[in-house]
Nanobody, 123 residues
Framework: VQLQASGGGLVQPGGSLRLSCAAS????????TSWFRQAPGKEREWVSS????????YYRSSVEGRFTISRDNGKNMVYLQMNSLKPEDTAVYYC?????????????????WGQGTLVTVSS
């Protein structure tokens, strides 16, 4: 079981990035998958999730309307399209797989994590 996050980089405020999370060793479509982020000096926080059962999507309030999570089950991929980026979005972003039957919001309910990809929003 492996997740690999990619797509981070340096972008100016107001810009866009698309993060990718590639899954291997399991069928991503069966699982709820999420993005978390960890800013310098802060705890890791939940950003967004996409349900494995019905494709429902969920967002933290500070990113709703700017970020879009999506999945391509055929490619075993999850994406996070980030628009209108702000300096406070600067963080290392991680994708994670939720254990079946558990809540996506708690980190203890995750059994696989990607290695993280750094997003820096700065002029």
């Amino acid at each position: 079981v492996q997740l690999q996050a990619s797509g981070g980089g340096l972008v100016q405020p107001g810009g866009s990035l698309r993060l990718s999370c590639a899954a291997s060793g399991f069928t991503l479509g069966y699982y709820t998958t999420s993005w978390f982020r960890q800013a310098p000096g802060k705890e890791r926080e939940w950003v967004s999730s996409t349900s494995g059962s019905d494709g429902s999507t969920y967002y933290r309030s500070s990113v709703e309307g700017r970020f879009t999570i999506s999945r391509d089950n055929g490619k075993n991929m999850v994406y996070l399209q980030m628009n209108s980026l702000k300096p406070e979005d600067t963080a290392v972003y991680y994708c994670g797989r939720v254990k079946v039957g558990t809540n996506y919001f708690l980190q203890l309910n995750y059994d696989a994590w990607g290695q993280g990809t750094l997003v820096t929003v700065s002029s």
